[in-house]
């Protein structure tokens, strides 16, 4: 029934901006507790990028704090990543997810972001 969908991924060169949205189509039953970005590069696990809270805080991995900001709307269930200054470094697939207090998680499909001249 709940199904995250992400949009905005693609090429872009270093020094390049994206923005990333993740949307959820369907009825979320329950409060959300984070919603967050991963991304996961060849051979290395899954790494959470940033992530906030329903109240509005957040965090970020060091290797994009000052780059990077997550922004939500909650009113229209969707959730943003922009990207700027963005490195070759940052090429990965980014995977959105939201955890809800009952402990149910939902993750979208995965979009590639890949940063090259």
């Known amino acids: 029934q709940v199904q995250l969908v992400e949009s905005g991924g693609g090429l872009v060169q270093p020094g390049g901006s994206l923005r990333l949205s993740c949307a959820a189509h369907?009825?979320?039953?329950?409060?959300?507790?984070?919603m967050g970005w991963y991304r996961q590069t060849p051979g290395k696990q899954r790494e959470l990028v940033a992530q906030?809270?329903?109240?509005?805080?957040?965090t970020y991995a060091d290797s994009v704090k000052g780059r990077f900001t997550i922004s939500r709307d909650n009113a229209k269930n969707t959730l943003y990543l922009q990207m700027n200054s963005l490195k070759p470094e940052d090429t990965a697939v980014y995977f959105c997810?939201?955890?809800?207090?009952?402990?149910?998680?939902?993750w979208g499909q995965g979009t590639q972001v890949t940063v090259s001249s």
């Open positions: 997810n939201w955890a809800l207090y009952s402990g149910t998680t939902y």
């Open positions: 369907g009825s979320i039953r329950g409060g959300i507790y984070t």
């Open positions: 906030t809270t329903s109240g509005g805080m957040t």
